[in-house]
């Protein structure tokens, strides 16, 4: 009797000690996080509990040490470039026993949204676009080959615009190239003066007047000059029309930046059934999480729309990008300019 006693006595001691340790030394929390579409492991999760982050292995495990006590934030929240935020209090979590967490895949326009508010968020980048897309005449039958390339550039205080484009059969380019400095950033449709009364050079030049001719905006501050300049902030508004996506896949290799990081991405699908049939999306991201390019294909099943591809890319994302003005810029007036 006394021995069982002493036995019991020992278990109560070791279990109240153990728990007492656990509760002042802390204790590790361990977990999965899959795709709960595909139940596949999510690689690269970055998990935060108690406002200290860890990130998921190429099976989606993960583990974090819990100090005792910890301190608020007192939940788990779990982000991936190409899912939904996953937010849980610790409320009626069994830490002692692996937490499972399934994440549901972000939806196109939840990527769209990103994306823009990105840009918005920038002082400085360099976006560069492109297009290719085919009409055929129904009368002739002959198709035109419609393409286009542009690249945005922002700085402090200067921007720049390049734009290469066609819309004839041959596919025959055009180029033109535009450089504004001290014009207001807020105001990017337009060409204004600062906000400390700085009035905008602008620098230009085109296929057509083939050498850069340089004025300044001083009469008239917001000159619309008279070339294509469109505001790429509102690049991608046009896309956010289509709604959400039915199915997302994961990309195996996404490739590389053009300054060589590794990207993440996933091609993104409409219901088969629907009338966006033949409509796919391309999204890549780099590994800090911001997005590098999105692709925008139609192949042309739907006979209301026309076969192409778009292409939107990040190239960078410093908040100074270096523009070079032209040293001999000719210098002419607007008025010079508009009658040329």
């Not at 025959?172 to 504004?180: Q, R």
């Not at 709604?243 to 290799?253: L, Y």
């Not at 994302?317 to 010079?336: H, L, R």
Request: charged fraction near 25%; aromatic fraction near 12%; charge should be neutral.
């Amino acid at each position: 009797m006394k021995k069982t006693l002493v036995i019991f006595l020992l278990v109560v001691v070791f279990v109240v000690g153990f728990g007492a340790y656990t509760a002042f030394a802390g204790f590790w929390i361990e977990g999965l996080i899959t795709d709960s579409s595909s139940g596949k492991p999510v690689e690269g999760s970055i998990v935060t509990i108690a406002g200290v982050s860890t990130t998921t292995d190429n099976q989606g495990k993960f583990t974090r040490w819990l100090a005792p006590f910890p301190s608020t934030p007192n939940y788990i929240f779990v982000e991936h470039s190409l899912y939904q935020p996953f937010l849980k209090y610790f409320d009626g979590v069994d830490f002692s026993k692996p937490i499972e967490i399934k994440l549901d895949p972000e939806t196109y326009e939840g990527h769209l949204v990103k994306a823009r508010d990105v840009i918005n968020r920038l002082n400085g980048f360099v976006l560069e676009t492109t297009s290719t897309f085919y009409e055929k005449d129904k009368k002739t039958g002959k198709v035109t080959i419609n393409k286009g390339e542009a690249i945005y550039g922002l700085t402090e205080n200067t921007r720049y615009f390049v734009q290469i484009y066609s819309n004839n059969i041959k596919g025959e380019l055009s180029k033109s190239e535009t450089i504004i400095e001290g014009s207001d950033h807020s105001l990017l449709d337009t060409i204004s003066a600062t906000k400390s009364g700085i009035s905008p050079v602008v620098y230009y030049v085109d296929d057509q007047i083939k050498d850069w001719i340089k004025f300044k905006l001083i009469d008239d501050p917001v000159f619309q000059i008279p070339m294509p300049e469109v505001n790429p902030r509102k690049m991608l508004e046009p896309l956010m029309s289509f709604g959400n996506t039915k199915i997302m896949t994961p990309i195996a290799d996404a490739g590389k930046s053009a300054d060589g990081e590794k990207l993440i991405g996933a091609t993104l699908s409409w219901d088969p059934k629907s009338i966006l049939v033949g409509k796919t999306v391309q999204i890549k991201y780099r590994p800090n999480g911001l997005w590098y390019e999105i692709v925008f294909i139609d192949t042309g099943e739907n006979p209301a729309s026309k076969p192409g591809k778009y292409t939107f890319t990040l190239l960078s994302y410093d908040q100074f990008t270096s523009i070079k003005k032209p040293a001999n810029a000719k210098e002419i007036t607007p008025s010079e300019l508009i009658g040329k």
